[in-house]
């Protein structure tokens, strides 16, 4: 069955109390840039950092007594590592991550800091998936996938409904997109809260299978993009992803890495704000605007603000 918004409301109850209800900032300085009024959703003020804790959260806490108390396993580049390691912790679960060897320093550490077991592999040689199903079947644990997921896309759904809660109806939301559980959750949301709203998902230009799919119709599998959007390396948008994705979503935008590193130094700019490279891809396409939205009100949501503080330096200093 097709994800609902009625599975976001049920996942906006479920982790109330437990996830941050995070800030909207605007910048008029920014708004110039662009040539809108720009919101920004700030899931970087999220707990462990990025929007994947609500998933997480609501994932682990629809599990079965038994389920729980098994544990729970997953593979991620990264933020979705830290979100089951606090969500299982905060729920008394066990946590078993898969992640790759080469993950940012800061992630691979946070994950550990959460009481997460971390078990590493190769990004580019070897099946994260694979792995990580072969563990839930020798150690009888849980399989919560990073996007391709029910709970997990309506739980990620929740901040664009907070969103449209607090500033009303948008002309358009562009939302970070890797395997598309930010982007199907988000475009539910704005079907019911704002059903004019254009809803674009932005993904790196060094892989644009989510654009070549939707606009085909069908799942496009590319090999691992090299990125700095880390946590936007993704093969391919998932089954269930897609399917609300093909339905509610209007366009998939690209951003390369050079107009990422711009929109960090906006942030850091003009909102004073940390914003990893991945969590730059809304404004970075909402910089190249359509001419029908300009002067319009639109929504950009930032998915997360880790980085290492070395590697966020490097990418702001000259060349
Ligand atoms: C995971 C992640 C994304 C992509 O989300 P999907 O649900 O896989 O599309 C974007 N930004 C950040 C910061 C992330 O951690």
Redo the contacts with the bound molecule.
């Keep these: 069955m097709v994800s609902s918004f009625a599975d976001v409301v049920d996942a906006a109850g479920r982790i109330a109390g437990y996830a941050h209800r995070t800030p909207v900032l605007g910048s008029r300085i920014v708004d110039e840039v662009v040539g809108a009024r720009v919101l920004f959703k700030c899931?970087?003020f999220q707990r462990m950092?990025?929007?994947?804790f609500r998933?997480a959260f609501n994932a682990v806490s629809r599990l079965s007594a038994r389920q729980r108390e098994a544990g729970v396993v997953t593979y991620?580049?990264?933020?979705?590592s830290q979100a089951i390691a606090l969500a299982a912790r905060l729920l008394d679960v066990r946590a078993t991550i898969v992640m790759p060897h080469d993950a940012p320093a800061a992630k691979v550490a946070a994950t550990k800091g959460y009481g997460g077991r971390v078990v590493g592999y190769d990004r580019y040689a070897e099946d994260r998936a694979e792995i990580g199903r072969a563990l839930a079947e020798e150690e009888g644990l849980t399989l919560i996938p990073?996007?391709d997921h029910p709970d997990?896309?309506a739980g990620?759904g929740t901040a664009a409904k907070e969103l449209f809660d607090e500033v009303g109806e948008l002309d358009a939301l562009f939302?970070?997109?890797?395997?598309?559980?930010?982007?199907?959750?988000s475009a539910l949301a704005a079907r019911a809260l704002s059903p004019r709203c254009r809803v674009y998902?932005v993904e790196p230009a060094a892989g644009d299978d989510g654009r070549r799919s939707l606009r085909g119709g069908e799942i496009v599998r590319i090999d691992t993009p090299r990125t700095i959007?880390d946590?936007?390396q993704?093969e391919q948008?998932g089954a269930h992803?897609f399917e609300v994705i093909r339905r509610d979503v209007d366009d998939v935008l690209t951003a390369s890495d050079d107009e990422l590193v711009e929109a960090m130094r906006l942030f850091a700019s003009y909102l004073k704000i940390v914003v990893?490279p991945?969590?730059c891809?809304g404004l970075a396409a909402a910089r190249d605007l359509p001419d029908d939205l300009r002067g319009k009100r639109i929504g950009v949501i930032i998915?997360?603000?880790?980085v290492d503080l070395e590697r966020y330096a490097a990418l702001l200093a000259p060349a």
Excluded: I, R
């Excluded at 998915?303 to 880790?306: A, D, T, Y």
């Design positions: 899931e970087n950092g990025a929007f994947k998933g991620s580049s990264g933020n979705h990073p996007y997990v896309l990620q939302v970070p997109l890797g395997g598309g559980g930010l982007l199907s959750g998902g959007a946590g936007a993704t948008l992803t990893e991945t969590g891809l998915s997360g603000g880790n």
